[in-house]
C-alpha cells in the first residue's frame, strides 16, 4: 500500500473533524503528488506529541525556523510506510528518544497551518514516552523542553493546546 493510499484509509476512519478532514481528503484526490513537500498547494505532514502521563508533562521543541514551542513533527519521506511509521520517526528523530509508541486508536487531531513553504495538512499523533526517558536534541531544534500540562499554555499556541487537550482524552 502506498503512503498515499494509507493517509486516505486514515482519513477516511477519523471521526472527528469532519469539515478538515475533508479538506484533507480533497487535497489527495486533486492532487497527486499531495503528501509531499514538493506540493505547492500544501501537502499532507505528520507530527506527534511526545507525552509522559505519569509525569504529567510533555515534550515540546523550540523551532528553529518557526521559533515557536510545538510538538514533533514534519514532512513525510518515501521511506514512511503509513502516516503513523511518518510522525514515530518524526518524534523519535526530534527528541532522540527511542522506545516512543504512539497511543493507540490512531491521529489524535488535525490541523491545517501555513508555513514559509506552504499550508501543512498535519495529521497528529500522540506519542507515550518511555519510563526513564531522556531526549536529546536535534539539529531542527533550538531547544527542548518538558512542560507540566498546565504550562504548555504559557508557552504554546492554540494548536498545541487543542493537540494537548486531545491527547488527555484519549489516554
Known amino acids: 500500500m502506498s503512503l498515499d493510499d494509507d493517509a486516505v484509509l486514515v482519513l477516511k476512519g477519523y471521526e472527528d473533524q469532519a469539515e478538515l478532514r475533508q479538506v484533507y481528503l ?9 503528501m509531499w513537500k ?21 515534550l515540546l521543541t523550540l523551532h528553529k525556523k ?13 521511506a514512511d510506510e503509513s502516516l503513523a511509521a511518518a510522525a514515530l520517526r518524526e518524534a ?3 527528541s532522540g528518544i527511542e522506545g ?14 501555513h508555513t514559509p513553504c ?34 504548555v499554555a504559557d508557552v504554546a499556541d492554540d494548536s498545541v493546546v487543542r493537540l494537548l487537550k486531545a491527547t488527555r482524552a484519549g489516554l
Open 26 to 34: 480533497d487535497h489527495l484526490a486533486t492532487h497527486p503528488d499531495g
Open 92 to 94: 523519535t528523530e526530534e
Open 118 to 151: 506552504a499550508w501543512h495538512l498535519d495529521v497528529q499523533y500522540a506519542a507515550l514516552a518511555p519510563a526513564g526517558a531522556v531526549e536529546a536534541i536535534s539539529d531542527e531544534s533550538l531547544e527542548l523542553r518538558w512542560f507540566a500540562y498546565d504550562e
Open 38 to 58: 514538493a506540493c505547492g498547494d500544501g501537502h499532507i505532514t505528520a507530527s506527534a506529541l511526545v507525552i509522559d502521563p505519569e509525569r504529567g508533562r510533555v
Open 100 to 113: 516512543l509508541t504512539l497511543l493507540p486508536g490512531g491521529p489524535v487531531r488535525l490541523d491545517r497551518h
Open 66 to 78: 518557526l521559533r515557536m514551542w510545538l510538538q514533533m513533527g514534519g514532512h513525510c519521506e518515501p
